[in-house]
């Protein structure tokens, strides 16, 4: 089992930037790709950016350019760099963790708790 801790969600001006962190432990020799999910109000969780343990990123088309995805595998840590915050950003945005790189969200296995995110003047 993977335990996933995130950190980082608050309140951002439109325009603004936040940095989002998740804490990876328990089973981490399981995880081949970690990924960035969001769920707004009544709607369906979505998928943000993923990547693989030194390898390739992918990112949703809404995002790119803007979101930049990253690992430390010293620190069992993945983050998400947010830039250009627009309002359609806001959402709960969770970390996931799993055994290949992919945008479904059923195939990862571990999830965290997710954390805030509200982009507003």
């Known amino acids: 089992q993977v335990q996933l801790v995130e950190s980082g969600g608050g309140l951002v001006q439109p325009g603004g930037s936040l940095r989002l962190s998740c804490a990876a432990s328990?089973?981490?020799?399981?995880?081949?790709?970690m990924g960035w999910y969001r769920q707004a109000p009544g709607k369906q969780r979505e998928f943000v950016a993923t990547l693989t343990t030194g390898g390739p990123t992918h990112y949703a088309d809404s995002v790119k350019g803007r979101f930049t995805i990253s690992g430390d595998n010293t620190k069992n840590m993945v983050y998400v760099q947010m830039n250009s915050l627009k309002p359609e950003d806001t959402a709960v945005y969770y970390c996931?963790?799993?055994?290949?790189?992919?945008?479904?969200?059923?195939?990862?296995?571990?999830w965290g708790q997710g954390t805030q995110v509200t982009v507003s003047s």
């Open positions: 328990g089973s981490i020799f399981s995880i081949n790709a």
């Open positions: 996931a963790a799993g055994g290949r790189m992919t945008t479904v969200a059923a195939d990862y296995g571990n």
